[in-house]
């Protein structure tokens, strides 16, 4: 259970947190920062006495590259067959800067679609984003939790959970039916079914939608996976956006609470190689003509793109030390995405200040 501290701030922010933090932990006489919230090993607590709030997060992208390392051409090719190939060339990101990640979070205006860095740098956020990052299905199927009559292979996914003890619910259940060894060409087409509604689940519950529960997902979307020769018909990248979404909510509600403890959830990997892949970082910046996104992103050059465009002033951490590739009318509210106008930059730059 998350404990409230004692006197909640009505318009309290991370940032306000972490120079409350800063005091305490100078008054205390100990060294410990807001900085070490920075890349902390996913769904590792990372709070020092005198520290606050401390974050954490259950999205790994270590257990997904781990997994698909695993498999052979012929699974690999499953995965391809239902849209979800670009989860085959994520680079292994051993750490993830769950401070950058909240920084971005509470950006977020869900309202209006939004990443707002200030009025100048205005990001929309919209489903296609989503796909350019991970290639994604983004069908014109709405992804909902009504539920019909089960296919014989999700029943046969259950049966198969069930005899693991751990239900159909279950990350590891899946992780399990994942890496049999008897899914091969001789295999039949229910096995085949099994395997591809294993993958889904075990991306989702790890990093396209991860909650806070512990190696268990909520399937809202068992619809989806009922009949899998259409599961490219549905929209898995607004799926993903609804998620975050609700993620975003759920971290500012616990920042006006003063929690002691935020648990991010949501895709929130995907707010930084969104919002990284749209400033202008020069050398640093990737190259526009390749997808999915998310391949090129390795955790060097991104440990380097955030050091680059972080600032910290009187206790504030920043990630705001670049301008964004985005063209942008002062006449209208009109956004143009960045992938539209790459070459286009605002005439305002802030000048990028390298961490220690």
Not at 25 to 47: F, L, Q, V, Y
Not at 127 to 146: A, M, Y
Not at 261 to 289: A, E, I, M, R, W
Not at 303 to 324: L, P
Request: proline share 4%; net charge negative; with cysteine.
């Amino acid at each position: 259970m998350v404990a409230p501290l004692e006197q909640p701030a009505p318009h309290a922010t991370l940032e306000q947190d972490q120079r409350d933090a800063a005091t305490a932990t100078e008054n205390s006489g100990r060294d410990h920062g807001a900085a070490d919230i920075a890349d902390a090993d996913p769904g590792e607590a990372i709070c020092a006495p005198g520290s606050a709030p401390s974050v954490t997060s259950r999205i790994s992208v270590q257990k997904v590259c781990s997994l698909v390392g695993k498999f052979n051409k012929f699974k690999r090719d499953l995965v391809e067959e239902i849209g979800f190939g670009g989860m085959l060339g994520i680079k292994m990101l051993a750490k993830l800067n769950l401070k950058f990640s909240a920084w971005l979070m509470e950006r977020v205006d869900v309202e209006s679609s939004t990443l707002k860095i200030d009025e100048q740098r205005v990001l929309q956020i919209q489903d296609h984003d989503v796909q350019k990052v991970f290639s994604l299905p983004c069908g014109t199927r709405s992804i909902c939790p009504d539920t019909t009559e089960p296919s014989e292979a999700c029943k046969e996914f259950m049966r198969a959970s069930a005899y693991l003890s751990k239900g159909a619910h279950s990350l590891k259940a899946a992780e399990a039916y994942l890496l049999r060894d008897d899914i091969n060409g001789d295999s039949s087409n229910v096995q085949i079914d099994c395997f591809k509604i294993a993958f889904v689940i075990f991306v989702v519950g790890h990093l396209l939608a991860p909650s806070t529960k512990h190696d268990y997902i909520t399937i809202d979307f068992w619809a989806a996976l009922n009949d899998i020769s259409q599961i490219k018909e549905f929209n898995w990248c607004a799926y993903v956006l609804e998620h975050l979404n609700r993620a975003v909510g759920k971290l500012k509600t616990d920042i006006r609470n003063r929690n002691i403890t935020v648990h991010l959830v949501g895709c929130h990997l995907f707010l930084q190689v969104f919002y990284l892949d749209n400033l202008d970082l020069g050398p640093l910046s990737k190259t526009k003509d390749h997808l999915p996104r998310i391949s090129l992103f390795d955790y060097e050059s991104v440990k380097k793109m955030i050091e680059v465009i972080t600032s910290n002033v009187d206790g504030d951490t920043s990630f705001a030390g670049a301008s964004v590739l985005l063209a942008q009318s002062t006449n209208t509210t009109q956004l143009l995405p960045c992938y539209e106008a790459a070459s286009l930059k605002l005439d305002k730059k802030i000048s990028p200040t390298i961490s220690d």
